[in-house]
């Protein structure tokens, strides 16, 4: 079974558009991330939810818009896609209320968005 | 304000021979410390971490890091590696008191060579 799955695993579409990438955990974790790592391979964490709640959002063009319908999923919706999109999103899940992993991140497999 | 730095962005290295890959890190608080390794097109993976207790920490696939408090470091080792170990490893930090976030290092390119 896959701890944490996104889909898809590749897109590609045109500037301008709307699109989104959902994101299941079944590891019941209470805490859920979205990350956009560049082509350096560069990681930035971009919004986390922690029981539904967002808890943290960085300095995320408000074209991103994180959703999380319940505890074990967490959606990126992008409108108005722009070149400098591009990029692999990584979601990621971790169980804050036991730190006894200390935070512990487990991270799907990625989104490779192309914007052409 | 936390921050991770790691020292080198690529490490060649000959397949069977030693490496480390140096990590060092800023924090006011105490810390919990990560090292994770990424795959050619895969997620990140956790090698090892650093809660508390003894400094020196095993991990997957035959890598150790040692925590060097005095030194901010948590530098990432393997005494001998394999052409499989080619990969970008990333160390990491995070706040037991909270705040929700992880910091992650810009990360190193291991490349081993036969």
């Known amino acids: 079974d896959t701890a944490v799955s996104q889909t898809p695993k590749y897109l590609v579409t045109q500037m301008g558009n709307d699109k989104s990438i959902k994101c299941e955990q079944n590891?019941?974790?209470?805490?859920m991330y979205w990350y956009k790592q560049d082509s350096k391979k560069f990681l930035k964490i971009m919004f986390s939810?922690?029981?539904?709640?967002?808890?943290i959002n960085e300095t995320v063009p408000n074209r991103f818009s994180p959703k999380s319908p319940d505890k074990a999923h967490l959606n990126l919706h992008i409108n108005s896609l722009e070149l400098g999109d591009s990029a692999v999103y990584f979601c990621?899940?971790?169980?804050?209320?036991?730190?006894?992993?200390?935070?512990?991140?487990?991270f799907g497999p990625g989104t490779r968005l192309t914007v052409l | 304000a936390q921050s991770v730095t790691q020292l080198d962005s690529q490490v060649p290295v000959f397949e069977e021979a030693p490496v480390e890959l140096r990590c060092n890190y800023s924090?006011?608080?105490?810390?919990?410390l990560f090292w994770y390794v990424q795959y050619p097109n895969q997620g990140l993976q956790l090698l090892l971490k650093?809660?508390?207790?003894?400094?020196l920490v095993k991990g997957i696939n035959g890598f150790e890091a040692e925590f060097n408090k005095s030194q901010t470091s948590f530098h990432l080792r393997k005494p001998s590696v394999h052409i499989s170990d080619t990969a970008e490893y990333f160390c990491?930090?995070?706040?037991?008191?909270?705040?929700?976030?992880?910091?992650f290092g810009a990360g190193t390119r291991l490349f081993v060579k036969a």
């Open positions: 990621a899940s971790s169980s804050r209320t036991h730190l006894v992993g200390g935070d512990t991140q487990y």
């Open positions: 590891l019941g974790h209470d805490t």
């Open positions: 939810y922690n029981n539904k709640e967002l808890i």
């Open positions: 924090s006011s608080v105490s810390v919990y």
């Open positions: 650093y809660l508390s207790g003894s400094t």
């Open positions: 990491a930090v995070s706040d037991p008191g909270g705040g929700f976030k992880t910091i």
